[in-house]
């Protein structure tokens, strides 16, 4: 059975930076895409980042480009988001997903991790 969990989450002033981790176990992990998602209050879950098994394509929601980087360590199973320059409208709860490919991470993923809040307050 696949799980996924995130850490690195918490309360961050704006301009601040975290860098969120998920951990995933029940899977060959180097053969899985994986992917960030998150809901904020009130609205409905978005995709923010993919990436490629391989590592070698990546994918973001628009918003967080050039703030957020998605990475991988297929030795470690580990999937990392490192967010800079964090807005308050950055506030949501991480989930960490897998997929079978770049685009279905993003679309329709397969396995999900239970979240990890992040605060960013004003």
């Known amino acids: 059975q696949v799980q996924l969990v995130e850490s690195g989450g918490g309360l961050v002033q704006a301009g601040g930076s975290l860098k969120l981790s998920c951990a995933a176990s029940g899977l060959t992990f180097g053969l899985w895409a994986m992917g960030w998602f998150r809901q904020a209050p009130g609205k409905e879950r978005e995709f923010v980042a993919a990436i490629r098994w391989s590592g070698d394509s990546t994918y973001y929601k628009e918003s967080v480009k050039g703030r957020f980087t998605i990475s991988r360590d297929n030795a470690k199973k580990t999937v990392y988001l490192q967010m800079d320059s964090l807005k308050p409208e950055d506030t949501a709860v991480y989930y960490c997903?897998?997929?079978?490919?770049?685009?279905?991470?993003?679309?329709?993923?397969?396995?999900w991790g239970q979240g990890t809040q992040v605060t960013v307050s004003s």
């Open positions: 997903a897998a997929g079978g490919t770049l685009a279905q991470v993003r679309d329709t993923p397969s396995s």
